[in-house]
């Protein structure tokens, strides 16, 4: 295992992470081709979408990721809705993340919005330091929205477990952290207290792990 195999398998996961089109169907032979040179724990989720990607017609697949990911907030792939819910503090979230990136030097696209997890898991791929860094402190969104895949039986269960691989183990604060997430649901807003601090954290805040 390499840093450079941890960066090509951010790569692999954000590609089969955004929207499934011409260009994705395209990309298939080459993402199974650079997926095989992965340690198995990383490789097998991604190979078995690719598998499931290379077998569905395309309109299946694209309906099929729109019920996943449109239709269910629980299986939202904007990480800060887990951790800020529909809340202003989420827009300060949003605002500080995009900023992260300027900052980098990524210029993301016209609508893209800078917590999907596949432009994540762009930038941890071509900035990794700066990338391993947001993707500890948005784990236990990302565990949370892996959690909620796995559940639903969907396909891109495995993309996320991959992505879980590349990451550190979790600790036990985590675990509980995550826990505690998953019973109550994000935040809602709270009428008559400050929407937000003028700093603050991206995500939850918690000690990277």
Same mark, same amino acid.
């Given at each position: 295992?390499?840093?450079?195999?941890?960066?090509i398998?951010?790569?692999?996961?954000?590609?089969?992470?955004?929207?499934?089109?011409?260009?994705?169907?395209? =990309?298939?032979?080459l993402?199974?081709?650079?997926a095989?040179?992965l340690p198995?724990r990383?490789?097998?989720?991604?190979?078995?979408?690719v598998?499931?990607?290379?077998?569905?017609p395309?309109?299946?697949?694209?309906?099929?990721?729109?019920?996943?990911?449109?239709?269910?907030?629980?299986l939202?792939?904007?990480?800060?809705?887990?951790?800020h819910?529909?809340?202003?503090?989420?827009?300060?979230?949003?605002?500080?993340?995009?900023?992260t990136?300027? =900052?980098?030097g990524l210029?993301l696209?016209?609508?893209?919005?800078?917590?999907?997890?596949?432009?994540l898991? #762009?930038?941890a791929?071509?900035?990794?330091?700066?990338?391993?860094?947001?993707?500890a #402190?948005?784990?236990?969104?990302?565990?949370?929205?892996?959690?909620?895949?796995?559940d639903?039986?969907?396909?891109?269960?495995?993309?996320?477990?991959? &992505?879980?691989?590349t990451?550190?183990?979790?600790?036990?604060?985590?675990?509980?952290?995550?826990?505690?997430?998953?019973?109550?649901?994000?935040?809602?807003?709270?009428v008559?207290?400050?929407?937000?601090?003028? &700093?603050?954290?991206?995500?939850?805040?918690?000690?990277?792990?």
């Open positions: 295992m390499t840093d450079t195999s941890r960066h398998a951010w790569q692999l996961q954000s590609l089969l992470l955004g929207y499934p089109d011409d260009a994705l169907r395209e =990309r298939l032979p993402v199974r081709t650079a095989g040179t198995e990383w490789r097998r989720p991604l190979l078995s979408f598998d499931y990607a290379e077998a569905t395309l309109f299946e697949l694209t309906a099929d990721y729109v019920t996943t990911f449109d239709h269910h907030k629980r939202s792939p904007y990480l800060t809705y887990f951790t819910g529909d809340t202003r503090n989420r827009g300060m979230a949003l605002l500080r993340l995009k900023d990136y300027r =900052r980098a210029a696209g016209e609508g893209e919005l800078p917590d999907h997890l596949s432009v898991l #762009e930038f791929a071509t900035r990794p330091r700066a990338g391993e860094q947001l993707l #402190e948005f784990r236990t969104a990302l565990e949370l929205l892996r959690a909620g895949l796995n639903a039986g969907s396909a891109w269960a495995g993309v996320l477990d991959s &992505v879980s691989a990451l550190p183990p979790l600790n036990s604060r985590r675990h509980q952290r995550i826990a505690r997430l998953a019973a109550a649901g994000p935040p809602v807003e709270s008559g207290l400050p929407a937000f601090s003028p &700093v603050g954290p991206i995500c939850d805040g918690e000690t990277p792990s």
